[in-house]
């Protein structure tokens, strides 16, 4: 991203990149905290979510959004069962529709909860 933008400055660069991926500190994926999740059918295809699991963020009609608008009713209904289901787990979106996670500091606050189960380890 610091390619793609020479003139921001750190902050700017930690707040883009927070909007897609989260902070890069607090990394959720490498803690074993989040995962990336979509539904296939029998076959292994990707059903239709409105876009593919692979789909940049940050795309104009902010499709990747797991509210988005403008949405097909197919790609609505999936995105809604996907939520439902593991939001009944406990599991936590991020924001975009196939970013989840339990136990890091997002799921933390959205949850309530009074700390994170998972965060970095300073090592001596």
């Given at each position: 991203?610091?390619?793609?933008?020479p003139t921001?400055?750190?902050?700017?660069?930690?707040?883009?990149?927070?909007?897609?991926?989260?902070?890069?500190?607090?990394?959720?994926?490498?803690?074993?905290?989040?995962?990336?999740?979509?539904?296939?059918?029998?076959?292994?295809?990707?059903?239709?979510?409105?876009?593919?699991?692979?789909?940049?963020?940050?795309?104009?009609d902010d499709?990747?959004?797991?509210?988005?608008?403008?949405?097909?009713?197919?790609?609505?209904?999936?995105?809604?069962?996907?939520s439902y289901?593991?939001?009944?787990?406990?599991?936590?979106?991020?924001?975009?529709?196939?970013?989840?996670?339990?136990?890091?500091?997002?799921?933390?606050?959205?949850?309530?909860?009074?700390?994170?189960?998972?965060?970095?380890?300073?090592?001596?």
């Amino acid at each position: 991203m610091a390619r793609s933008h020479p003139t921001w400055q750190a902050a700017e660069l930690r707040e883009a990149a927070s909007r897609f991926v989260s902070p890069p500190d607090i990394a959720p994926h490498c803690a074993g905290a989040a995962v990336d999740v979509t539904l296939i059918d029998h076959l292994g295809r990707e059903l239709d979510m409105g876009t593919s699991i692979y789909a940049p963020s940050e795309k104009p009609d902010d499709a990747c959004y797991i509210n988005a608008a403008d949405l097909t009713a197919r790609a609505s209904t999936n995105r809604a069962l996907l939520s439902y289901v593991l939001s009944s787990a406990g599991v936590t979106n991020y924001g975009t529709w196939w970013h989840w996670s339990y136990g890091d500091w997002y799921w933390a606050l959205r949850t309530q909860q009074p700390a994170a189960l998972y965060g970095p380890v300073d090592m001596p």
